[in-house]
């Protein structure tokens, strides 16, 4: 279900709000790697997650706006 209620919520954004999405979503994907090399990372399945997020959220803005 968290899947469905997250795609329904991308789905709705404008296109300028998917592309500030996909950067957020980007930068925290970059910190999290930086954090984890470092080892100060503890909750390591956050960069799995947003990785999907990111790639659900750069899906979306194909199908919509390419």
Same mark, same amino acid.
Do not use: C, P, W
């Given at each position: 279900? #968290?899947?469905?209620?997250? @795609?329904?919520?991308? +789905? ?5 709000? @998917?592309?500030? #999405? ?8 970059? #910190? @999290?790697? &930086? +954090? ?13 997650? %947003? +990785? +999907? ?6 899906? %979306?803005?194909?199908? #919509? &706006?390419?």
């Amino acid at each position: 279900m #968290k899947t469905r209620d997250y @795609l329904k919520g991308i +789905r709705e954004l404008t296109e300028e709000g @998917l592309r500030e #999405k996909i950067r957020s979503l980007s930068e925290e994907r970059m #910190k @999290l790697r &930086f +954090r984890a090399a470092s080892g100060q990372l503890n909750e390591t399945h956050r960069i799995g997650e %947003v +990785r +999907r997020e990111l790639a659900r959220a750069k899906t %979306v803005y194909s199908e #919509k &706006f390419e």
